[in-house]
């Protein structure tokens, strides 16, 4: 009985280099396989900020990006969203203490519609009143930032840092704070809208 013949499933494939977007400095985000580049589109890939740079403080934070089209052997992407690691979001609650929680939708400036949440921890435990004055400042800030942001803009300062920070100087005002940070985030604008607002910013632009 002849012996069958095993199909490699890898020899009809190309492989191709995905990219973050510009603002964040068209890093390389790894090599991904595909035997078409139209099969690539809308394929989410999962990295670090330590990844784009490569300060290794930075690995707590996982960044995904999502694939908008192919260029070559290039694929580009759009942030997709971030969160903090499990790791490091267990090792920022400490006892008899508070950590407040703020979950927002926004629309940034050029029209990108995410899911952001936001957490601060105290020094100590706090009244139910401190916590929604808090969580009050969160909204605020968060939703100033979107309006006045393009996607590109907002997702750098949430990634590296300034929204946080800025939350923190005002909310400090209130109680000590230990931590404040954008643990998570998540693109809710689907990836026909995605690419139809990215080529809107490309025309703008020239």
């Known amino acids: 009985m002849p ?9 009809g494939k190309s492989w191709y280099t995905v990219v973050a977007p510009s603002y964040f400095g068209n890093a390389e985000l790894g090599m991904v396989p595909s035997d078409e580049p139209e099969k690539l ?4 890939i999962e990295s670090t900020l330590y990844d784009i740079t490569n300060d290794f403080a930075h690995q707590y934070l996982k960044i995904y990006f999502q ?3 192919v260029d ?4 580009h992407t759009v942030f997709k969203g971030h969160e ?3 790791d490091y979001l267990r090792s920022l609650v400490r006892r008899r203490t508070t950590k407040v929680d703020g979950i927002f ?21 706090i009244k139910t009143s401190q916590e929604v004055a808090i969580r009050g400042i969160m909204r605020k800030i968060i939703k100033e930032k979107a309006s006045n942001l393009t996607l590109d803009e907002f997702a750098q300062e949430m990634v590296l840092g300034k929204i946080a920070s800025d939350i923190y100087n005002e909310a400090k005002k209130i109680v000590p704070l230990r931590h404040v940070g954008v643990r998570k985030s998540k693109l809710l604008t689907p990836l026909p809208e995605v690419s139809r607002l990215k080529t809107q910013a490309q025309k703008a632009a020239a």
Do not use: P
């Open 84 to 86: 903090y690691s499990r």
């Open 3 to 11: 012996r069958k013949r095993v199909r490699d499933k890898w020899r």
């Open 67 to 69: 694939v908008t089209d």
């Open 72 to 75: 070559g052997k290039t694929a």
């Open 105 to 125: 939708n926004v629309t940034t400036k050029d029209g990108f519609k995410l899911r952001v949440s936001i957490c601060a921890f105290t020094l100590s435990r």
């Open 41 to 44: 589109i809308g394929r989410v």
